[in-house]
Nanobody, 123 residues
Framework: QVQLVESGGGLVQAGGSLRLSCVASGRTFSSYAMGWFRQAPGKEPEFVAAIRWSGLSTYYGDSVKGRFTISRDNAKNTVYLQMNSLKPEDTAVYYC????????????????WGQGTQVTVSS
């Protein structure tokens, strides 16, 4: 089992950048695919990005391609989401998630989730 704790959210102006971090407990982190999802008020959860256990394959939602980058450091049990060129529509609670089972893209439904971190982008 894995426990996930996100950090790095906050308030930023449009065009700015933020980096989210997610630290995982447990000794099997390196065997988990990890990802980020987000949910804005009144909207359905949205797949943002995912990365396979090796870090060699990454996947992104259409709305963040070219602006967000997911990465991981298995030695630190940490996954990151670098968010550049932020837009007001990126405002949401961002959740870190992981699972040993993985489906590339938005159909992935991981078993383990963090508590979320708020990202607010002002115009």
């Amino acid at each position: 089992q894995v426990q996930l704790v996100e950090s790095g959210g906050g308030l930023v102006q449009a065009g700015g950048s933020l980096r989210l971090s997610c630290v995982a407990s447990g000794r099997t982190f390196s065997s988990y695919a990890m990802g980020w999802f987000r949910q804005a008020p009144g909207k359905e959860p949205e797949f943002v990005a995912a990365i396979r256990w090796s870090g060699l394959s990454t996947y992104y939602g259409d709305s963040v391609k070219g602006r967000f980058t997911i990465s991981r450091d298995n030695a630190k049990n940490t996954v990151y989401l670098q968010m550049n060129s932020l837009k007001p529509e990126d405002t949401a609670v961002y959740y870190c998630a992981g699972d040993t089972a993985f489906i590339a893209g938005s159909k992935w439904s991981p078993s383990y989730w963090g508590q979320g971190t708020q990202v607010t982008v002002s115009s």
